[in-house]
């Protein structure tokens, strides 16, 4: 991919400078991508909750059937995705009648994480709009002959992803409170996430092992698409590679 040059008024260097740092963006974006794609995927999952509060025992610990606990996650999936600020209302039926089972520091928390998981999103979307951006740009610009740079780039940013997949799952599975307690620092500017498991319903229903679980499950996830990417973008180099011009040869993979 070194050596590309778009047209334009600008120097050589300076366009071959410029066009390192796009590719450099864009080999950033597809972990990044792949893995905030995941993380959405996995937190609106009913398959999380529902193995989770099983294998945890949630409604032993909290005393709420395991239907109104589906149904809180159900609430709290809404809550992350709404488009307004309404603090969550997590919901059972007690005598007929809605009762609220988190106190005000742990609905305090959810915003928190709601904003959190608005970032993630946003990050998702921003890494997807410029990869797309890039490929429709460059392909206006070059047609088929940036086939071959795109597909390094994808290339590269699966390897990328697969290697931190593999270095974050060692981490997680070696010590996961501390990269959990570590992440907390880093993402939150209170301690409002620093709640009383034998009190706060929201551990009692989202302990530890809920949480590793959930991790290993968006790494999992995460590395299959970088996987299948990795693969695929190495079978459609093969595929172009006879399309283009003698003199350009393919920079394969």
């Not at 260097?13 to 066009?19: H, I, L, N, Q, T």
């Not at 797309?132 to 699966?158: C, D, E, S």
């Not at 993402?187 to 302990?207: A, E, G, I």
Request: some cysteine; overall charge neutral.
């Amino acid at each position: 991919m070194r050596g590309y040059q778009s047209p334009g008024p600008l120097p050589a260097r300076a366009r071959a400078v410029a066009w390192r740092v796009i590719e450099a963006v864009a080999v950033i974006c597809v972990p990044l991508m792949l893995l905030t794609s995941s993380v959405n995927t996995v937190i609106n999952s009913t398959l999380l909750y529902e193995y989770g509060f099983s294998a945890y025992r949630a409604p032993e610990h909290t005393g709420i059937s395991m239907d109104q606990l589906l149904a809180v996650a159900a609430q709290t999936r809404e809550f992350f995705n709404a488009e307004d600020d309404l603090p969550l209302r997590a919901t059972v039926l007690r005598g007929g009648q809605a009762v609220e089972i988190y106190s005000r520091r742990e609905v305090d928390h959810m915003q928190d994480v709601r904003d959190l998981v608005r970032r993630v999103r946003a990050t998702a979307d921003f890494t997807l709009t410029y990869l797309l951006g890039l490929l429709g740009i460059g392909l206006w610009v070059r047609k088929i002959l940036f086939l071959p740079l795109f597909i390094g780039i994808l290339f590269q940013g699966a390897v990328i992803t697969l290697g931190l997949v593999t270095l974050g799952g060692l981490a997680s599975l070696f010590d996961f409170q501390a990269v959990f307690l570590q992440f907390h620092f880093l993402s939150f500017n209170n301690d409002l996430w620093m709640l009383d498991p034998t009190r706060d319903v929201l551990l009692m229903m989202y302990p530890w092992g809920f949480f590793r679980d959930a991790t290993l499950a968006i790494g999992g996830l995460t590395a299959a698409v970088a996987a299948l990417l990795l693969v695929s973008s190495k079978m459609s180099a093969d595929r172009i590679g006879p399309l283009l011009p003698p003199q350009l040869p393919l920079r394969r993979p």
